[in-house]
């Protein structure tokens, strides 16, 4: 298993050293579309999802596991399902509160060589090799995202996000960032951007900040309501497999 793992990792590193072949090419390509039928066949019937972003790499008696694992519960209370990347740590808690609750739980894991052991608080997971892939399929089927503490994965994610909502590739989604002091420096470094004109003041309203669960919650519920008509489960059609 951990042979296979270093082996998708070779094949990226492969892929982004230069051009190859229009074969090779042309490989990947059908790869890559492969991955995304059959993401979407695994996720199609998962219900209206609120997205959960954080580190792996929190233990099951750290505060912001605990945090996590509480705001699955919550989530699965307003019928909502919870999707996270399908690992250890936060998402581990976030689908385990989920999961433990009666709701939905479901993942978008990574093949990695390390940390990406999917948890076992999950109804169905998708696996993939590539992020991007990854990324598309967790905001393809969500209503909102917490952010909750994490490292370089979960900034990528949190600015990816609120990228494509501002350039409005996306719809405004409403994102919430659990931990504010954990966070402290990078709403500076946001406050800093508003000054030197690399963001408008207005992009300030994409993000709240807040850590209490319920407050979060409550905010995502109110605006989903009041911005959306939430579509719910879809039913398979057995022709084609599903």
Not at 178 to 204: C, R
């Amino acid at each position: 298993m951990e042979g296979e793992g270093v082996k998708v990792v070779n094949d990226k590193v492969l892929f982004l050293d230069g051009p190859k072949s229009r074969f090779k090419e042309l490989v990947f390509t059908l790869k890559v579309v492969m991955q995304f039928i059959s993401g979407f066949r695994k996720l199609h019937f998962v219900g209206p999802c609120i997205t959960v972003f954080g580190s792996a790499r929190f233990k099951e008696d750290h505060i912001y596991y605990v945090k996590a694992r509480q705001l699955g519960a919550r989530i699965s209370q307003i019928g909502m399902t919870v999707m996270t990347g399908g690992g250890p740590g936060i998402m581990e808690a976030a689908n385990r509160g989920a999961y433990e609750s009666g709701g939905n739980s479901v993942g978008c894991a990574i093949n990695l060589p390390m940390e990406q052991v999917p948890n076992a608080y999950m109804h169905k997971c998708a696996f993939f090799d590539y992020f991007f892939i990854r990324k598309v399929l967790m905001l393809k089927y969500s209503y909102a995202f917490v952010v909750m503490p994490g490292g370089f994965g979960t900034l990528d994610e949190l600015f990816e996000t609120v990228t494509l909502i501002q350039t409005a590739i996306i719809n405004n989604f409403p994102i919430v960032v659990y931990g504010e002091e954990f966070y402290d420096q990078l709403k500076s470094m946001i406050q800093n951007m508003i000054i030197e004109g690399t963001i408008s003041e207005t992009d300030l309203d994409l993000l709240k900040f807040s850590d209490d669960v319920d407050e979060i919650v409550n905010h995502i519920t109110s605006f989903i309501s009041d911005n959306y008509k939430v579509k719910h489960k879809m039913s398979p059609m057995k022709w084609l497999g599903e």
